[in-house]
Every structure is written in C-alpha cells, then in structure tokens.
C-alpha cells in the first residue's frame, strides 16, 4: 500500500487521539489483526468505490474508525495513491532542525557538484581574423 506519509500520519494522529479519550475505541484500536496500512487501504479502496474526489475530514475519519470497529471488514486490494491532505503538520524542534542539517547538506553537495563541473571556454573570435600557416 503506497498511501503517502502525511494521510498515514494524519490518520493515525485522528486514531491515536480518539483512542485516548474513548476507552471503548482504544479496545478495538488495539486488536491484533489489525494496522495501519489495512486501514489506509481500506479507506483508499471505499474513496475509489464511491467515485468522489473530495472527502470531509469526518467522512474519513469515520471510515477509518468503522474499520477498526468491524471484524470482518473487506479491506481490498491494495493500491497506489496520491492523497492530498488539508492539514498543517507541526514539526518538532528536533524534525525541523534534522530537515535543516539535510537542506544544509543538500546545498553543499549541489554547490561542490557545480565546482566539480568542467569551465567551458569560449574560443576568442577576432575580428579582422588573419590567414594562418596552420588553420585548414
């Protein structure tokens, strides 16, 4: 299942949430057969069969809690996906400076890439060339 990273986390941040403040729901959030990736597709595979491009935020979370609530849930293939998520993810202290150590990193490599890199010349054009001996 190839869902991409901030629904995961969008998803799981709803759950985990919900788990704590519903004690029922934390029950069945922790069953054994069942994780995370399941529910992505479960919840990929409902959007497909529904032919709509545009969810509320509560229309997905409620299928995600409705997977975890049902035992024997048809979960479906799994798919690839492009999810466009409306939220602003808070990065930690420690996330935000490992994303700018690796922007710091990245920019280093490209600028030692570009010195690396061959100068080309542009030949001299005269402008009143004259004959030479060795050009044929």
């Known amino acids: 299942m190839k869902a991409t990273n901030h629904f995961k986390n969008t998803i799981k941040a709803y759950l985990d949430q919900r788990a704590e403040e519903d004690v029922l729901f934390s029950f069945q959030y922790t069953k054994p057969d069942k994780n995370m990736d399941d529910c992505l597709t479960y919840i990929l595979n409902e ?28 979960v479906g293939k799994p ?17 935000k400076e490992e994303a700018r150590q690796k922007a710091i990193q990245k920019a280093q490599d490209e600028a030692y890439n570009k010195l690396k890199q061959p100068i080309k010349r542009a030949k001299q054009v005269a402008l009143n060339p004259q004959p030479s001996l060795f050009d044929f």
Do not use: P, R, W
């Open 79 to 95: 798919m690839n996906a492009h999810v466009v998520v409306n939220h602003v993810v808070e990065l930690t202290a420690e996330e």
């Open 47 to 74: 959007v497909k069969k529904s032919g709509c491009m545009g969810f509320a935020d509560d229309e997905i979370f409620g299928m995600a809690v409705h997977y975890y609530d049902e035992d024997n849930i048809e």
